[in-house]
């Protein structure tokens, strides 16, 4: 487990969920499987969460090497319901993120015969009028594998990966959806620099501040670790053992790609990805002390570990994740050739017996 040193000391409630020992009879968190996803299993696609509903769009199932453009809607209440399809080509590693009660969907990799190419447009959601809008071209250029995050009123978008030109990506630009057309996405890089270049990483939000991590880079899981307050991009601990503060245990098994990451009550969670093979751990980040806690010691309960499923659930890459700051799901996906349809609910707060 990872612990601070003596000297200081966790919150209680943290300390009594995370500390195990060989006579202990649970792991920490309790995964709970809910009504799955009611189309085809997929990997790849992209969400975004508007008030108490997470929304699905597009995704890859490779059997048949078909990129999907249907929209889903999952209300919370364990209820689907199929929408307006995006009317565009289907594509997978696409970015999603939600603005001011609107959904967009933007780059990814759309099929081109029997190749994938890279692309740039942008479309905007209507729940109301279930309605699709095209916006402004991603202005940084077409990708795929990039991440997105929204805090001060904006969304921002950036790194990524496009093996036609330059491979990963670091940069980052700034969309208003309000702005005049040709005008809607602006370069932003903060000041302070800020994460390495990388692709298939992920990103969450607490107290509108952004936190970038994970994603890899030439075949290498990255464990920089940056948060971003709208204006100066600032460096965390890294999520690897790679330095000698001596102020807190940091055996951590977080660096991966293909990950999802969602926020429930101010603490942020990653969950499957990819590491040196498909996982199903899970790690939880607190940021008031710039601490994470984890499966080192295989005690947070994996997702192989399914509460109310015997028969648990596979380790994945390539899922979605939903979250409302209150809960988080975590859904589809792939293990090799197998794409998952199934969807779980992480209550981080309960136990699970072994």
């Not at 409302?324 to 859904?331: M, Q």
Request: proline share 3%; aromatic share 16%.
């Amino acid at each position: 487990m990872n612990r601070l040193l003596l000297g200081m000391m966790l919150p209680l409630v943290l300390l009594a969920g995370s500390s195990c020992t060989d006579d202990d009879e649970y792991t920490q968190g309790q995964w709970m499987k809910r009504s799955g996803f009611e189309a085809e299993p997929r990997a790849y696609a992209c969400s975004f969460t508007i008030d108490e509903k997470g929304y699905l769009c597009g995704g890859f199932r490779g059997a048949n090497k078909e990129y999907m453009n249907d929209l889903w809607v999952y209300d919370m209440n364990n209820n689907w319901e199929q929408l307006a399809n995006m009317p565009t080509v289907g594509r997978k590693y696409a970015t999603g993120f939600a603005l001011n009660g609107k959904g967009y969907v933007t780059t990814g990799s759309v099929k081109d015969g029997s190749y994938s190419n890279y692309v740039a447009d942008t479309w905007e959601y209507d729940p109301v009028s279930d309605s699709w809008t095209q916006k402004d071209d991603y202005k940084g250029g077409p990708r795929d594998g990039a991440l997105a995050f929204v805090i001060g009123g904006y969304a921002y978008v950036g790194t990524g990966y496009n093996e036609d030109t330059q491979g990963s990506y670091k940069d980052f630009y700034r969309f208003d959806p309000n702005a005049a057309a040709g005008s809607q996405w602006t370069k932003d890089a903060g000041n302070g620099g800020g994460p390495e270049k990388r692709a298939y990483g992920t990103a969450f939000v607490i107290d509108d501040v952004a936190y970038v991590c994970c994603g890899t880079d030439n075949s290498t899981n990255l464990s920089d670790f940056w948060k971003f307050d709208g204006t100066t991009w600032t460096q965390l601990r890294d999520i690897a053992n790679t330095n000698s503060d001596e102020d807190y245990d940091d055996d951590y098994a977080i660096a991966r790609y293909s990950t999802v990451s969602f926020v429930i009550d101010g603490y942020a969670y990653i969950a499957t990805g990819y590491r040196s093979g498909v996982t199903a751990d899970y790690w939880k980040y607190d940021p008031n002390q710039d601490l994470w806690y984890g499966d080192s010691d295989d005690d947070f309960t994996p997702l192989t570990d399914v509460h109310n499923n015997y028969s648990g659930a596979s380790s994945r890459d390539g899922a979605v994740s939903f979250s409302n700051g209150k809960r988080g799901f975590v859904l589809t996906g792939q293990s090799g050739g197998s794409y998952f349809d199934d969807v779980y609910e992480l209550l981080p707060d309960e136990q699970e017996d072994v």
